[in-house]
């Protein structure tokens, strides 16, 4: 897929900005705080309705206005889309597809696919649990859209049912409340699609992150992506896994009553990263670490481009520079022409000649 025109207005430090890209690789150039990784935030909000940096719509909206407009022209192998994104300072959105207004976020959510690699991805290796569950929500909603409305219930679910557990544990009550049981089996209804689409994502994601990294530390050593739910998956059957989710909440009641909140379910499951059987997190240099990130970003864009049928983009925001010259040329080979790319950089000092050849260099200056 190729996005060939993306007109932002009121978006970020964006006052109005119309960009038609020309050519397989888009170099945005320019001094901190121009503008640079803003642009990439849009391309990503078409993709996913979601941004890497925690921002809230009235974050994304620009100062002194109300509204913002992410709009674009989208090449793909089936034909052209326009797409439409409005944000509000209240938080309201509205997504439009060839003009016309979309009811269902996760009818616009297939359109236009993207990864998007910046420096905060290393979080994925050295953060905390929440960081690699987001990672693995932002990529299932591209391989299948309706992961975002499974998301969504189960979310719903869940805010529900602690509110339960909360107002239990603050009343002077001796009995769980009866309603429970409703909480309990739409818990276990809505957190098994979760469940079961993340151990099918990771078994197809594992391979295909080793082989990258295999390749790239030009090494022997094993990359693992291991999943471990909050609670017991041996088959990624529906019965058996409701049946383990009932049976675990049956064995942590008690201690949810205690701390009034829901303390088993897809909102406690864990993602291991490990190479040669030890936790990345605690393994080796930050190098060894950037490797990791940049095979995971490569079987992202793997798998989508098999699960989709066409190369998605690849929004690459300052990485270049933290990569030595081996990992780099790894990289640019992977790509070469395969993937639309869109890549910030103060300088172009990383870049060989034959790359800057294929380019189209913007220079972005205060929103322009
Ligand atoms: P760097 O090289 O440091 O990463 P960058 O070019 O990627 O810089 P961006 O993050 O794209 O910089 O843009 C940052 C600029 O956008 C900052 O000056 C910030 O104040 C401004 N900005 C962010 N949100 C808004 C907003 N809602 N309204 C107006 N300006 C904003
Ligand atoms: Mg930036």
């Given amino acids: 897929m190729f996005l060939k025109t993306l007109h932002l207005k009121q978006f970020?430090?964006?006052?109005?900005?119309?960009?038609?890209?020309?050519?397989?690789?888009?170099?945005?150039?320019?001094?901190?705080?121009?503008?640079?990784?803003?642009?990439?935030?849009?391309?990503?909000?078409?993709?996913?309705?979601?941004?890497?940096?925690?921002?809230?719509?009235?974050?994304?909206?620009?100062?002194?206005?109300?509204?913002?407009l992410i709009l674009a022209t989208l090449q793909r192998e089936a034909g052209i889309s326009d797409l439409k994104l409005t944000l509000r300072r209240n938080g309201r959105r509205t997504v439009n597809l060839n003009s016309e207004n979309l009811r269902r976020q996760m009818d616009f959510l297939g359109v236009l696919n993207a990864v998007e690699f910046s420096s905060l991805d290393l979080e994925l290796v050295r953060g905390g649990p929440d960081g690699r569950r987001n990672w693995l929500n932002t990529l299932l909603i591209q391989l299948e859209p309706v992961y975002a409305h499974i998301l969504q219930q189960y979310n719903k679910v869940l805010r529900q049912r602690n509110a339960l557990l909360k107002s239990y544990q603050q009343s002077e009550l001796k009995v769980p409340p009866k309603e429970?049981?409703?909480w309990d089996a739409q818990l276990v209804s809505a957190g098994t699609k979760v469940i079961r689409r993340r151990d099918r994502a990771l078994q197809r994601l594992t391979p295909i992150a080793s082989n990258w990294h295999a390749s790239i530390s030009n090494s022997t050593e094993v990359l693992r992506i291991k999943y471990l739910p909050s609670i017991p998956l041996e088959e990624n059957e529906p019965e058996q896994v409701q049946q383990a989710f009932f049976t675990k909440i049956e064995q942590r009641s008690v201690a949810e009553l205690h701390q009034g909140t829901?303390?088993?379910?897809?909102?406690?499951?864990?993602?291991e990263l490990t190479i040669n059987q030890t936790a990345a997190r605690q393994y080796g240099?930050?190098?060894?670490?950037?490797?990791?990130?940049?095979?995971?970003?490569?079987?992202?864009?793997?798998?989508?481009?098999?699960?989709?049928?066409?190369?998605?983009?690849?929004?690459?925001?300052?990485v270049?520079?933290?990569?030595?010259?081996?990992?780099?040329?790894?990289?640019?080979?992977?790509?070469?022409?395969?993937?639309?790319?869109?890549?910030?950089?103060?300088?172009?000092?990383?870049?060989?000649?034959?790359?800057?050849?294929?380019?189209?260099?913007?220079?972005?200056?205060?929103?322009?």
């Fill in 285 to 318: 240099s930050q190098g060894q670490q950037r490797t990791l990130v940049l095979a995971l970003k490569l079987a992202e864009l793997q798998l989508i481009e098999e699960v989709v049928g066409e190369p998605p983009l690849l929004l690459l925001d300052d």
């Fill in 12 to 68: 970020r430090n964006y006052q109005e900005q119309r960009v038609d890209f020309v050519a397989p690789k888009t170099i945005l150039l320019g001094n901190n705080a121009q503008g640079k990784s803003n642009l990439l935030e849009a391309v990503e909000l078409l993709a996913t309705l979601r941004t890497h940096r925690i921002a809230r719509d009235r974050d994304l909206v620009r100062d002194g206005e109300n509204i913002s």
């Fill in 320 to 368: 270049l520079a933290e990569l030595d010259p081996s990992r780099q040329n790894q990289l640019l080979d992977a790509i070469q022409d395969r993937f639309q790319t869109l890549i910030t950089t103060t300088h172009l000092g990383s870049f060989d000649s034959q790359w800057l050849k294929s380019s189209q260099i913007l220079h972005v200056k205060a929103g322009e």
């Fill in 180 to 182: 429970l049981a409703v």
């Fill in 262 to 271: 829901t303390l088993v379910g897809p909102h406690r499951d864990e993602v």
